[in-house]
C-alpha cells in the first residue's frame, strides 16, 4: 500500500487551472520532494490530498484511504502549511498543547525536544514571534505527535541557513524511524540532498517524476565563461547545450556530455575567467525537461 497515491487529480478553480491530471504514488518511507515555481500548483496537490478542498476529478488517497470519507487517516499525518495562521494572543506552548489534544496521545515530552533543537520559547506569545519563529511552531505542530506520514508546504521559507540544517536533520531522523515524507518546495538544492525522488509541477502538470540518483548520474555542468574579445556564440551550439547566453565577451550556458567536448573547445579560446559549476536541478529541469510537459 501506498503511503500517498494520486490518481488523475484534477482541481479547476472555476476556470482557473490549478492541476491537471496529477499521478503520484509514494511509497512508504520514501522522501518525495514535489518542486515548481510559483503558482505551478504544489499547494492545490497538498491542500487536496489533505481533503481541505475538492478535487474536481481524480482521486487521492492517505495509506490507501481517502481523508474526506476516512477522516481518521489525518492522525497519522503531519501537516505543515505553506502559511500559518495562529491565534496571536496565545502563548506557544498553549497551541501546542492544544494541537496535541487532537490525537489523544502525551506529546509533551516531544513538544520539550522539538522546541529543544529549534530553539523555540515556548513561553513566549504567538504575537511576540518573528516570522521565522512562527514557522518553527508550525514545524513543532506537525512532527509533536509522531506521524506517519509528514507533509510539508514550503517548510523551510523563513528559516535561517543554521536552522534549516537542524529542521532537515530532524527530517532525517524522523525518516530514519519510518515516517514517509512529502514536502514541497520551490528551492531544488534543499530537496536534492534528502529526496529519494523528486517531481516536477509546473502550469499545474507534473512534468517529470524521477529518481534523485539517476539525476545525479547525469552529469550537467553550467558553464560561464568570459573571454578576451567576443565570441561567436555559435561556438557552444552543440548536442547537449542548453540555456546558451552570450553578451559580448561572456557566455554562459549548461552543458550534458561527455566534457572533453567543451574542453576542446574552449582550448580554442583565449579566456580571461572560467567556472563549471553542477547546475541546480531547478535549471536542470527548467532547460532539458520543459519539452517533455
Ligand atoms: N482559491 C483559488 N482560487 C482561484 N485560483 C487559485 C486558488 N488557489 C490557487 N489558485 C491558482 O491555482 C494555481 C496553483 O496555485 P498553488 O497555490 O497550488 O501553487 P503553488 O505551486 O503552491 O505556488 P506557491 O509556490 O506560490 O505557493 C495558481 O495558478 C493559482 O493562481
Known sequence: MYAIELKNLTKQYGAERGIIDVNIAIEQGEIFGFIGPNGAGKSTTIRTLLGLIKPTSGSATIFGKNSVQHPEVRKEVGYLPSEVFYYDNMRVVDLLKYSASFYKKDCNKRIQELAKVLDLDLKKK?????????????????????????????????????????????????????????????????????????????????????RMSVLKEHSYKRVVIETKTDVDKDVFALDGVSDLKQAGNSVSFIYKGN???????????????????????????????????
Open 259 to 293: 566534457i572533453n567536448v567543451i574542453t576542446e573547445k574552449l582550448a580554442q579560446l583565449e579566456l580571461i575567467n572560467l567556472s563549471v559549476e553542477d547546475p541546480d536541478l531547478e535549471e536542470i529541469f527548467l532547460h532539458y525537461y520543459e519539452k517533455e510537459g
Open 126 to 210: 504567538i504575537n511576540d514571534l518573528s516570522f521565522g519563529n512562527k514557522k518553527k511552531v508550525g514545524i513543532v505542530q506537525g512532527l509533536l505527535h509522531e506521524p506517519k506520514l509528514i507533509i510539508l508546504d514550503e517548510p523551510t521559507s523563513g528559516l535561517d541557513p543554521l536552522m534549516q540544517q537542524r529542521f532537515f536533520e530532524l527530517i532525517e531522523a524522523e525518516n530514519k524511524k519510518g515516517a514517509t515524507v512529502f514536502f514541497s518546495s520551490h528551492i531544488l538544492s534543499e530537496v536534492q540532498r534528502l529526496c529519494d525522488r523528486v517531481a516536477f509541477i509546473k502550469k499545474g502538470k507534473i512534468i517529470q517524476l524521477e
